[in-house]
């Protein structure tokens, strides 16, 4: 009697954990494009996940040991999309915009659905569709291009982040529904750790070593500067790591174990709202009207497929139109 009640609030809960990670993410791309003012990608990435990976080791180690191998390659599999998606924003941010960047992130609206389909066969449902084009029209005004603007090759790296990060979200909807959240989630924080440590190590290497650096490509050259260490930078980075990736890729995990990534994905929508709101408040970056409806319709976009109002009124249309062939057939 109280398992769909209990399923209910379960799913109320897994959509709080998903929005309250939108609004987070969201804060991150101002947070992000004002630590590389002063900082390289590569040297940021690798301490953020650093960090966020010895806290996995450090609170996990005892269950890490007694994982499968399964979910050990599923959560390594996590981690090299989400890589993927960390290297491509963090080199196109240098270039462009953060609220341009949070808004072109957008576009795994766009991919996830596609991708879980392609990758996995899960199919949306209807409300999920309706809530997904409706939020793609608010993300198309979100991302329409402001007087003076134009695109850049930092837009173009951000677009890839968008398709890896979109096979992050299909690809963990499918692994947390039958593997544990801590493995997951821990495994691939580490990949992306290691692999960034890599990275930063051998474009270091590679730019301390040339004989003229600036006639390295940008993101290479970058890597071999200096990268001040202050308080600011310190209180930064930890948010970064313990709340933006540590505290995420659990909750992430979890709350997608109970939802689609095409319902998911559309919850995830509203973090470019929250990077243009944030943009605006601190970089004080332009909004304008256009990117005001496009965060309404976003919204709407939410609550149509979380609230499921696409059956609701179908349904409501079939009972009233039954009940007005009924009299008639009881005149035959």
């Known amino acids: 009697m109280n398992k769909p009640q209990t399923n209910q609030a379960s799913f109320w809960k897994s959509d709080a954990t998903l929005i309250s990670l939108a609004l987070i993410w969201g804060t991150s791309h101002v947070i992000t494009k004002t630590i590389l003012t002063d900082h390289s990608p590569a040297f ?8 966020a990976a010895l806290c996995f080791g450090l ?33 196109g941010l240098v270039f462009t915009q953060a ?67 979109a096979a992050h979200i ?8 039958e593997a544990d959240v801590k493995t997951l989630a821990a495994v691939q924080v580490m990949v992306v750790a ?17 004989a003229d650096p600036k006639s390295l490509p940008a993101l290479v050259a970058m890597e071999s500067g200096s990268n001040p260490i202050n308080w600011q930078f310190a209180a930064q980075l930890a948010y970064m790591a313990v709340v933006v990736t540590f505290v ?3 909750a992430q995990t979890w709350a997608q174990k109970s939802v689609s990534s095409t ?13 243009a709101i944030f943009a605006y408040l601190v970089l004080h970056e332009n909004l304008g009207w256009r990117r005001g409806v496009g965060a309404a319709l976003i919204i709407t976009g939410v609550m149509t497929s979380r ?26």
């Open 263 to 275: 319902h998911a994905a559309i919850l995830y929508a509203l973090e470019p709202v929250t990077a």
């Open 44 to 51: 940021y990435t690798s301490l953020r996940f650093g960090i």
């Open 194 to 210: 290691a692999l960034s440590i890599s990275a930063w190590l051998i474009l270091s290497w590679i730019g301390r070593s040339a």
């Open 99 to 165: 609220s341009k960047a949070g808004f072109i992130t957008g576009l795994y609206l766009v991919f996830t659905p596609l991708l879980a389909y392609l990758l996995f066969r899960s199919r949306p449902t209807r409300d999920h569709l309706t809530g997904l084009l409706i939020a793609v029209a608010g993300f198309a005004l979100l991302s329409y291009p402001q007087t003076g603007e134009s695109l850049n090759w930092g837009d173009f790296l951000i677009l890839f982040a968008a398709v890896a990060w």
């Open 248 to 250: 995420a890729a659990l």
């Open 307 to 332: 609230l499921r109002l696409t059956s609701r009124l179908t349904k409501k249309e079939a009972i009233e139109l039954s009940s007005e062939v009924r009299p008639a057939e009881a005149d035959l």
């Open 59 to 91: 609170l996990f180690a005892g269950h890490l040991r007694r994982s499968g191998r399964k979910e050990i390659l599923q959560g390594a599999m996590l981690g090299l999309f989400s890589f993927a998606g960390i290297a491509f924003y963090t080199s």
């Open 170 to 177: 299909a690809a963990t909807s499918a692994f947390a529904s």
